[in-house]
Structures are given as structure tokens and as C-alpha cells.
């Protein structure tokens, strides 16, 4: 999900399937899109199966005060820039290990991969409209460029 966005989505697009994610990404791009996936779950979570929640009290783990905050904090917590810390050690520490790490992104290129094909087949069972429709969702996602933030 983070992926296209840190590298780019052309680039993303050419060469997530050929090479290893190390090639793409470093190990803080990788432990900071863990985190935000970690912090950001349950408001995630929530929203997919239709509820809302009270914005005053944010389900974030790190971000917004936490869940000890009196709403006055706003940033990352020091909870979250440990977990981030340990999220990079531990990415770090897979990507040494050459038989796990290696073996854990070549298992991702071919599930990539496998995906893509499987989405190109769909593809060509979709009407025209729909066909049409699809091309013009993906054209805009490869156009989007989201703003700069720094961490």
C-alpha cells in the first residue's frame, strides 16, 4: 500500500516484480510505513466496515497525543519514534540475514507478480465501459503525487 508512493508509481509500476524491495526502498522508508501502518490501523479498520468515530478521540496508537493525551500533543509520541527504532532494527537485522530476507522478497516479487497477471486476466473479462472506467481509475493513481511531508 505505502510502496508506489515512497518509490513512485511509474517506477514502482517497472520494477517492483524484478528486482528485491531492498533496491527500491531503505530500511527507514520500510520501518516508517510500518509504523504508520501499525498507528493508523484501527481509525483504518473502522472506516472500512462503515462506522465513523469522534475525531476528539483519534484510534491512533503514536500520532495525536496518543491515548494518554489530553488532546494538546500533536506529533509523533515517544512510544511511536521507539517503535520505529525497533521497526528499523528489525527490518535491518531481516535484511542481513540473506537466506530469510532474500528469500522473504523474491516470495514477494512472485506474489506481485502473480497479482498483476491475475489483474490483467480481469481485466480482459470487463466490458468495454468498464474496461474504460478501470483505465481511468489507474491513469489517475499513477498521476497522483501526494504532498511532502517530513517526519
Known sequence: MC?????????????HTE????TLITEADEALAAVINENNFEEWDMLARGFEFDKNKRL????????????????????????????FDA?????????????????????????????????CHLGEEEAQAEQHRREREEQFKPRFSAF
Open 3 to 15: 510502496y508506489p508512493t515512497m518509490v513512485g508509481n511509474q517506477k514502482w509500476k517497472i520494477r
Open 19 to 22: 528486482g528485491l524491495l531492498r
Open 60 to 87: 491512533t496508537r503514536y500520532t495525536h497525543g496518543g491515548e494518554e493525551s489530553g488532546g494538546a500533543r500533536k506529533g509523533w509520541s515517544i512510544e511511536g519514534k521507539e517503535r520505529y527504532n525497533d521497526m
Open 91 to 123: 527490518i535491518d537485522r531481516l535484511r542481513r540475514n540473506r537466506n530469510y530476507g532474500e528469500n522473504l522478497e523474491m516470495e514477494l516479487n512472485r506474489l506481485w507478480l502473480e497479482n498483476s497477471r491475475s489483474l490483467k486476466r480481469k481485466r
